[in-house]
């Protein structure tokens, strides 16, 4: 069975940058879909990217697509989120998910069935 676990998140200044990485103990199927979504204490949880790792291709939240990077790195079975020019309001649990199989590359949290843990990311000065 599928675990997921992220990394990288922490405290940093207005301006940082992170890289959150995402680990999968395997695939569910080839055909999938791994995204990153975030929860601001006391908001639903939001997408930000999605990548479908066979092909790479990539879809954003309109939120994210200035300063979010999703990639993957398939031999490591490992997805990262790059965020550059952090904002406060980027505080939140950032989380990892699987969808297989992956009919359409989204960023609705729904269509994902399986979660990791999440990493805290704080923004603040």
């Known amino acids: 069975q599928i675990q997921l676990m992220e990394s990288g998140g922490g405290s940093v200044q207005p301006g940082g940058s992170l890289r959150l990485s995402c680990v999968a103990s395997?695939?569910?199927?080839?055909?999938?879909?791994m995204g990153w979504f975030r929860q601001a204490p006391g908001k639903e949880r939001e997408g930000v990217a999605a990548i479908r790792t066979s092909t790479g291709y990539r879809v954003y939240a309109d939120s994210a697509r200035r300063r979010f990077t999703i990639s993957r790195e398939n031999e490591e079975k490992t997805v990262y989120l790059q965020i550059r020019d952090l904002r406060p309001e980027d505080t939140g649990m950032y989380f990892c998910?699987?969808?297989?199989?992956?009919?359409?590359?989204?960023?609705?949290?729904?269509?994902?069935?399986?979660w990791g843990q999440g990493t805290q990311v704080t923004v603040s000065s």
């Open positions: 998910a699987e969808a297989a199989p992956c009919a359409v590359t989204t960023v609705i949290p729904d269509q994902y069935t399986t």
């Open positions: 395997t695939y569910t199927s080839s055909d999938n879909c």
